[in-house]
């Protein structure tokens, strides 16, 4: 069994001064969106082995945000094919993962992350606000199996339902 974690970056900064795009950082809602995320995946004890992220500066900061908040220990790749990237290009990095991680988490962008989890659980509309992370697990040996409707969306969940789940109680529930 492998699990794919689907991470959008958290809220980006569109009154940043900025060069391109690709350079736009994040708003102090996403840096906290983005720790949330972390937390969650340390209290689910679903810690990726590795993470390939979007080379923009929101979707890296997001990443290594989570990675502190989380205390992960794994390996993190920039990749600039994730940026602005069809779902192909991201599934063709996805199937060139090494057969030792058996938890990977990608983080990048919309509108491709909504598309590639319907194509990958076989269909479907998938909303993905901004921070969201979807879990889809595949009964695979290997990334190089994965394709499309092979996955199952085992949960997704965004940072207002994360917010929710922790108010009042200062610790996040069982999800799985």
Known sequence: ??????????????????ESDHERSLTTRGRRDAALVGEFLKAMELTPDSVITSSAVRARTSVEIAVEAGSWDCAIRASNRLYQATPGQVLEEVQAETASTKALLIAGHEPTWSSLVGILIGGGAVSFPTAALACIEFAVQ????????RGLLAWLVTPKQLRSWLGGRGKLPPVR
């Open 1 to 18: 069994m492998l699990t794919l974690l689907v991470l959008r970056h958290g809220k980006s900064n569109w009154g940043a001064s900025c």
């Open 142 to 149: 290997n990334w190089c199996e994965v394709e499309p409707s």
